[in-house]
């Protein structure tokens, strides 16, 4: 028989990328809002209702995985050691101010929605920035070291919808592919039990939200609600004559 460890793979909680004004939040400083505080701790009571116990937790490091965390530990009514793994931060975009407008729909969604049936190819860039190739090339090693560390039965990690797609789609396929058409919501949760290869894990539950079950909310993707965010918000900055010399936020999350 074989003996499986659990993960538990949390995007994190809701936030806003973008002030009233357009302006992109400082990366390392996008916090929860109170709707994402809220699906955390939700998603916690859903743990704690059918008696999960974490050993461990695993968080990117960024403001926003920190407090996703915290809040699904308060939650689920215990605590666990919390190991910060920056190479499991988000895919890195470019500036928003460099994208010319006809290209804006194809740099914020391209990389998870590629024209092309399959996997999105590896030299396609997120927002002008870092590539599906350099993301996986960063997030599977630094998956391996998870798995071949010992000592635990059920790690939590709360990290980003990017970095969850590519582990999600090298679980399923075996390969060091990208799948860009997994939904990865705000607080959403993914149960991958774990093997010796992915040949041997099981992927059991994808993208489930305490608060939204059945995903009524929308059938927009993360990028599409932020590409429609965005260019609203672009036409107030416009329209009251500021200039566009703005950055993407640095993690402009699926």
Do not use: K
């Not at 002008?128 to 790690?155: C, H, K, M, Q």
Request: hydrophobic share 45%.
């Amino acid at each position: 028989m074989i003996e499986r460890r659990r993960i538990l793979l949390m995007r994190h909680g809701a936030v806003e990328y973008f002030d009233a004004q357009g302006r992109a939040y400082p990366p390392d400083a996008v916090p929860l809002t109170p709707a994402g505080i809220a699906q955390a701790r939700a998603m916690g009571r859903a743990l704690a209702a059918h008696q999960v116990r974490v050993d461990r937790v695993i968080i990117s490091g960024l403001l926003r995985t920190q407090m996703t965390a915290h809040e699904v530990l308060a939650g689920l009514g215990t605590s666990a050691p919390v190991e910060e793994h920056p190479a499991l931060q988000e895919i890195r975009p470019g500036r928003l101010a460099d994208i010319p407008p006809a290209r804006l729909r194809e740099a914020f969604i391209g990389a998870f929605q590629s024209p092309h049936e399959g996997p999105v190819p590896r030299e396609v860039q997120f927002l002008n920035g870092e590539t599906i190739g350099a993301l996986l090339d960063r997030v599977l090693p630094a998956l391996r070291g998870v798995l071949a560390s010992t000592g635990w039965d059920t790690t939590l990690m709360v990290l980003h919808g990017g970095v969850n797609r590519a582990i999600l789609s090298w679980f399923l396929t075996g390969q060091e592919v990208f799948l860009g058409g997994l939904a990865q919501d705000p607080a959403g949760l993914n149960i991958i039990d774990v093997g010796p290869t992915p040949a041997t894990s099981v992927v059991r539950v994808v993208n489930f939200c305490a608060l939204d079950p059945l995903q009524t909310a929308t059938r927009l993707s993360t990028m599409e609600h932020l590409l429609h965010q965005y260019l609203q918000l672009r036409e107030l900055r416009r329209a009251a004559g500021e200039d566009e010399n703005e950055q993407s936020s640095g993690q402009a999350d699926q």
